[in-house]
């Protein structure tokens, strides 16, 4: 994936700024050696580092969760962000996800753990494409309150239909004992580092995925749809398979995240962990990171599931003692007030201000 | 697989029939319903026709209005006395968010300013919480929650006065929009920004107005969910109510959120009452946005929207 091509590395040896001299290393996906290195770097450390030293609280209560959410953060920049369907219904597909690898892991015991989530994903991606029908004649805003409709449909048929849940008199799916390398995975009797790196192994494998999906023909007709769908359907882009195309993909994404927030990180959940709030959390990280920026859903998720923490502790940090009512208050106006100051700071999210930067460094150390 | 088409579409039919008086008391009753969500969806269409922000944050302003219209009473203020004080602090929210919100944020893309709401939507949840606490309260305005009977069926009085309010409301809307000079410069507005401005309509002035009639719609819209159903959090939920009653209607049109609101309150109460019970029931969550998908397929701008023109 990334291409150390050595006449480039030369040039960016002998001059200011790195220029490149083939069109493969220009279309390489980290054109820019310092941050190539540095997510070479960051990649090889997060697979090392957290197992070995993060405690267990670290790993359960903020990396796990940043991982499960950046998924499905990447599986609605891919709709949202590079094809323009603004969507709703990102809850009603993890809930997809969850309840569907809940089913196929306890109905088929011996199946392995990566493939129940690949399947999962599946399903999750053809209950998209049905719901992306609407796309097709529904567009912008009336499009999001459409797919409301999936999101409370699909959340109702989880909690009305005992078969999605085998029965269970309390209505909570709770993940099964499953292995993978002969390592305890997933359920109550996995350890938090197996289940980590359960989590990375699957969003580095996707990130990558989606990476090199965004910037090939299918995201650029995406992308095309996005910026003026008529000018794209004129010059040969077929919006019917591009739009329900983004639908599924991105279902697949967030059903496959959905699966994850279950089975690996909260264990057991019912229909309300997966309601509407969790759609706007994800529209969230999407939009603060960056919309069209595979960094940015990382970027936003780590935002969103940091923020809430830093609130909670920053009043203890600095010694003052708060009800537990009051400080819950001004958490959400601090959220609140937050995602305001950095929608006016920088409209188009945090990936843009690491972008500003990387155009920097392409002309380092002398920019004129 | 008869049995399940008779269910379908004959027993419902049979069963309204057969029971008249019923079905009108099903009817009435989800006009009534009706009339509430338009309550809130007219707050969205006024804020949406003249700054073509969608805002979100509408459900948690009736929230606010209430909480503190309740929390006035609660220290003894008359009504009168309170209602005023409400709406001065619902003008003054409307300057602070066009000042610290709109202003900084003006030109940007229209989902950049749906998020803001949103923002804003956890500010003020949490604002009006500490301001006024958390617990739930209730609204007392001296309209008694009982019901007469008319020639057999059942009629809320509470839920009538709502209904005369809407109405009055939606007509001094009306008069507001058609006839007075601000009215005139909000519908130029909500035409063209720029050509608004260049013959000099004050687009700040008009952005406050705005923000405050939607503020003076919400203290309505409270005090009437209020009174129905107590004042607390889940008030701000009935934004989530409004939102169907809004596509169908179309996002720019005041009639359109009356009507919308009618044929949502009135399609939910019929299926639920007649068809609710084949699927389990609580359908009322989805039935709704399904119902107003339906529309949309055939109209894509609601049914009073303004026809989306597309160019290259």
Redesign the interface.
Known sequence: MITTDRRSRRDSLQGAGQFKTTYGADQAVFPVAQDRVVVAAAVMAAFVVPPLVASDYWLQAVLIPFLVYALAAIGLNLLTGYAGQ?SLGTGGFMAVGAYSAFKLATAFPHLNILVVFVLSGLVAAAVGLFFGI?SL??????LA??T??SQ??L??LF??VAWFTNYASSGTITAPDRTLFGVVITGPNSTAAARYLLALGLVAVFAVIAKNLVRGRVGRAWMAIRD????AE?IGVRPLRTKLLAFGISSFYCGVAGAGLVFLYLGSAETLAFD?SIS?LV??MV?IGG?GSILGSFLGAAFIVLMPIVLANAPHAIGLRLPV??Q?????????????FF??VE?RGLARLWQITKEKLRLWPFPH | MVDLLYAVAVAPFKDMAGAPAFLIEVLIGGIFAGLMYSLVALGFVLIFKASGV?NFAQGVMVLFAALTLVGLLERGAPVVVALALTTVVMVALAFAIER??LR??VN?????L???T??????????G??LWG?NVKKLDIGIPDRSFIVRGVQINQLELTAAVTAAVLVTLLAVFFQRTRIGRALRAVADDHEAALSIGVPLKTIWIVVWSVAGVVAIVAGLMWGAKSGVQFSLSLIA?KA??V??LGG?ESVPGAIVGGLIIGVGEKLGEVYWGPL??G??E??FA??L??TV??AR???LFGEK?I???
Not at chain 1, 137 to 142: L, P, S, T
Not at chain 1, 228 to 231: K, L, V
Not at chain 2, 108 to 112: F, G, L, S, T
Not at chain 2, 118 to 127: M, S, W
């Open positions: 603004l609407p004649r529904i567009k912008g805003f009336y309150v459409a409301l409709a409370f449909f959340v109702w909690n009305k003026r769908d008529i000018a004129i509407i706007f529209l969230f939009i919309l009512a009051l819950k208050q001004i958490e959400l106006m601090v959220f609140g007030g937050l995602i305001i929608l006016i409209p | 969608f610290l919100v900084p944020l940007q893309a229209h989902i950049i749906f998020m803001a949103i923002g804003l939507n956890f500010f003020l949840e949490g604002f919480e500490m958390a989530l939102l169907p809004l596509i996002f699927v389990g609580a359908i969550n989805w946005y399904v107003a998908l949309l397929l894509p701008q609601g989306i597309e160019r290259v």
